[in-house]
Structures are given as structure tokens and as C-alpha cells.
């Protein structure tokens, strides 16, 4: 009797334990999708800076699909700011490149210091690989709407 006891113990902690991690992996995706996306200055905006179809977060079955998911979606945030920083470090002077050469560097190290912080609350989860990729992809956003600005100005001086 007592050894059934524990078996339903043990099932009943692993079926919250699911719910709860499933719960976490929810509510972190909708927080996601509620983020607004970047407003990006329509006369630096091409076919690299649009923003990308986020219906993957919606269709995702499993927690495979939404690491594959948040990787792309960083990836394609991270093709976006490198088509603008490239579109920026042609624009000015020498002086001005070094200095935002060395701001560069430092915004790339915080925000991916930042992002490994993000990744710990789920540490030892299946979840980790996407934490950390939406935590870059909404950073990398955040710098696009930065450079674009810096760049209409740039354009418009």
C-alpha cells in the first residue's frame, strides 16, 4: 500500500511539475508576442529591415519547434542590425567610427551578458536555447530602432 503511495505521489509531482514548466514556456511566449515591434524609420527601411512573420511562435508543437522558432527570429533580427550598422559605418567620418566601432562592441557584449542572465531562470530546461533567443531577438530590436534613428538623423543632416 505504501509503495502505491509513492507511485501516485511521484506521478502526481511530475504531472505539476509539466504544467508548471508548460505554464512557464506559455507565458513566455505570450510575452513575446505582445512585445511591439520596432518602428523603423520608413526612409532606412528595405527588404533586410522588415520585421519577419512571427506566426512560428502560434504553430510551434513542441519545445523543438519553438527553439527553431526563436533562433530564426533572432537570426533574421540580427541580419536586420547588421544591414544597418553596415549602412551607418559608411556613412561617417573616421572619429565617429571608432567611437561607434567601441559602442558596438560594448552593446554586443551587454546585451548577450544579459541574455546568458535571462537563460539561468530556466537553466537545466528545454526551454533555455529560446529564452535566450527572444531575450537577443528583442534586444537586437530594441538596437535596430536605435541605429535607425542614428541613421535618419545621418541621412538627414
Same mark, same amino acid.
Given at each position: 500500500?505504501?509503495?502505491?503511495?509513492?507511485?501516485?505521489? /511521484?506521478?502526481?509531482?511530475?504531472?505539476? !511539475?509539466?504544467?508548471?514548466?508548460?505554464? /512557464?514556456?506559455?507565458?513566455?511566449?505570450?510575452? $513575446?508576442?505582445?512585445?511591439?515591434?520596432?518602428?523603423? @524609420?520608413?526612409?532606412? $527601411? @528595405?527588404?533586410?529591415?522588415?520585421?519577419?512573420? #512571427?506566426?512560428?511562435?502560434?504553430? %510551434?508543437?513542441?519545445?523543438?519547434?519553438? @527553439?527553431? *522558432? !526563436?533562433? &530564426?527570429?533572432?537570426?533574421? %533580427?540580427?541580419? #536586420?542590425?547588421?544591414?544597418?550598422?553596415?549602412? +551607418?559605418? !559608411?556613412?561617417?567620418?573616421?572619429?565617429?567610427? &571608432?567611437?561607434? +566601432?567601441? %559602442?558596438?562592441?560594448?552593446?554586443?557584449? @551587454? #546585451?548577450?551578458?544579459? *541574455?546568458?542572465?535571462?537563460?539561468?531562470?530556466? =537553466?537545466?530546461?528545454?526551454?533555455?536555447?529560446?529564452? =535566450?533567443?527572444? *531575450?537577443?531577438?528583442?534586444?537586437? &530590436?530594441? #538596437?535596430?530602432? =536605435?541605429?535607425?534613428?542614428?541613421?535618419?538623423?545621418?541621412? &538627414?543632416?
Amino acid at each position: 500500500m505504501q509503495k502505491q503511495v509513492s507511485t501516485i505521489t /511521484g506521478i502526481v509531482i511530475i504531472v505539476a !511539475a509539466a504544467a508548471i514548466a508548460f505554464g /512557464g514556456i506559455v507565458y513566455f511566449l505570450k510575452l $513575446q508576442t505582445t512585445n511591439p515591434e520596432p518602428q523603423i @524609420n520608413p526612409s532606412v $527601411q @528595405n527588404s533586410n529591415t522588415k520585421i519577419i512573420d #512571427r506566426s512560428c511562435i502560434d504553430t %510551434a508543437k513542441s519545445t523543438a519547434d519553438i @527553439n527553431v *522558432c !526563436a533562433s &530564426n527570429l533572432y537570426k533574421a %533580427a540580427d541580419l #536586420r542590425l547588421n544591414t544597418l550598422y553596415q549602412k +551607418i559605418t !559608411a556613412k561617417i567620418d573616421v572619429n565617429s567610427l &571608432n567611437q561607434f +566601432i567601441i %559602442a558596438d562592441q560594448s552593446w554586443i557584449k @551587454n #546585451r548577450d551578458e544579459t *541574455c546568458k542572465i535571462v537563460a539561468v531562470v530556466y =537553466e537545466g530546461g528545454s526551454i533555455v536555447p529560446s529564452a =535566450e533567443s527572444f *531575450c537577443l531577438e528583442s534586444l537586437t &530590436n530594441d #538596437r535596430i530602432k =536605435e541605429l535607425s534613428d542614428i541613421l535618419y538623423t545621418v541621412l &538627414n543632416d
